[in-house]
């Protein structure tokens, strides 16, 4: 199993947007039927040994208890409920409107009610058009899809490696179906207070100073796949800081600086594991130090915090 397998953007840019919006129809079932969470952790995805998963929902709006997967080995969506009834139907061939019809029918099948608030993409080109009248994206490629969620899985890890050293608030390791990125983020817990002109999902996601670590595959922003770190609010000074490895860089996105390893400097890296490390930590530093954190108060290296086993590892 290759470490980190090319997935250029240009190679499966048609079949991500097919599957990006295949993600946010069953991330606006998660919406409708998960109890909410603080900074919407209720929301994204986690992975699998087969691909990504909502999670159980339902009991507290009166449905089922079920759960939505997508396996991207067999290249299905797997609806189950905890008395064991499953319905499921297979990804490839499969449109946007036709995925969007079965989820619904299979939902139905289980004595699920579901009532989508918004049925459409959220903060794509296509957003004002209905998710059940999309037939122009139809394209899935099988191989890509689960390179997609082995890259995924790897990162994942990664990302649960580098959360282990931070005793403060953190977000779980998880899959926006927003961004389709893969993130976990650091909390100060000091409370900021967003414009009046904020949206809903802004002044939930950054109600607390954060700083914020990352894969995302691309995007026609940045068309390529890469590892990227951020400070919100961001602290004066930030993009003066250093990054590590050399390939690292400080780039200017929506008003901020946004720090970016790119992943094909990742891949002709050593250690791509450790320069995918080093990466995480010096954009750590380099915000909390401008931002004024107590960075010897939350370390917590290998995750430990107990002085004594400190001592003795």
């Not at 397998?5 to 240009?10: D, E, H, I, S």
């Not at 000091?190 to 996601?205: G, S």
């Amino acid at each position: 199993m290759e470490q980190f397998a090319a997935l250029p953007l240009a190679d499966w840019e048609d079949t991500k947007a097919t599957l990006h919006r295949f993600c946010q129809v069953i991330g606006k079932v998660r919406l409708s039927c998960a109890a909410r969470r603080n900074h919407w952790w209720n929301a994204p995805f986690h992975l699998t040994g087969h691909g990504i998963t909502t999670r159980p929902m339902g009991q507290v709006d009166g449905n089922p208890i079920f759960t939505i997967d997508f396996d991207f080995l067999s290249h299905r969506l797997i609806v189950t409920t905890v008395d064991g009834r499953e319905v499921s139907f297979g990804l490839p061939g499969q449109s946007v409107a036709s995925f969007y019809r079965d989820t619904m029918r299979a939902l139905e099948a289980l004595d699920v009610r579901v009532d989508m608030a918004l049925p459409h993409p959220f903060d794509l080109p296509d957003a004002d058009r209905p998710f059940a009248e999309d037939t122009e994206h139809a394209a899935y490629d099988p191989v890509l899809v689960t390179r997609y969620w082995q890259i995924l899985s790897q990162v994942n890890l990664l990302l649960e490696e580098f959360a282990a050293d931070y005793s403060g608030k953190t977000s779980p390791v998880h899959h926006f179906w927003h961004t389709f990125d893969i993130a976990c983020t650091r909390f100060s817990d000091r409370p900021i207070e967003q414009p009046p002109e904020a949206d809903p999902v802004t002044r939930e996601a950054y109600s607390r100073e954060v700083i914020s670590f990352g894969f995302w595959f691309g995007d026609a922003a940045f068309p390529e796949p890469a590892f990227y770190a951020y400070t919100a609010p961001e602290p004066e000074g930030l993009d003066s800081e250093p990054l590590e490895p050399g390939a690292a860089r400080w780039i200017k996105q929506r008003g901020s600086h946004l720090a970016v390893l790119p992943y094909a400097d990742v891949r002709s890296a050593p250690d791509p594991r450790a320069a995918v490390l080093a990466f995480f930590d010096s954009a750590y530093q380099a915000g909390a130090r401008r931002a004024g954190w107590d960075i010897a108060r939350f370390a917590c290296p290998g995750g430990v915090t107990d002085p004594q086993l400190s001592t003795a590892t």
